[in-house]
């Protein structure tokens, strides 16, 4: 089993960045593909913002390429999204989910509001 514990939210104005990060505790953490989402606030629905799979490529929705970066560091069992530029439709929380198999885990989230 993988517990993810997400942390680097937080208030940030618009044109700005922040790094979250994404721990991951267990065993084979390098075999897991790790994807963020996102909820804004009032949607039910969570929005997939960047993957990074077990073999390191990545894939981003066009909402966010060139904006977010997503890398890991399987030494340190933890995965990074670097969001850049940010924007007030950014706002929301953002969960981290690993992957394998038939198996998936999901953190607990962090805020990010973004100010315009």
Not at 22 to 34: D, E, H, K, P, V
């Amino acid at each position: 089993q993988v517990q993810l514990v997400e942390s680097g939210g937080g208030l940030v104005q618009a044109g700005g960045s922040l790094r979250l990060s994404c721990a991951a505790s267990g065993r084979s953490f390098s075999i897991y593909n790790i994807d963020w989402y996102r909820q804004a606030p009032g949607n039910q629905r969570r929005e997939w913002v960047a993957v990074i799979l077990s073999d390191g490529s990545t894939n981003y929705p066009d909402s966010v390429k060139g904006r977010f970066t997503i890398s890991r560091d399987n030494a340190k069992n933890t995965v990074y999204l670097q969001m850049n530029s940010l924007k007030p439709e950014d706002t929301g929380v953002y969960y981290c989910r690993g992957y394998f198999a038939q198996y998936a885990y999901w953190g607990q989230g962090t805020q990010v509001t973004v100010s315009s």
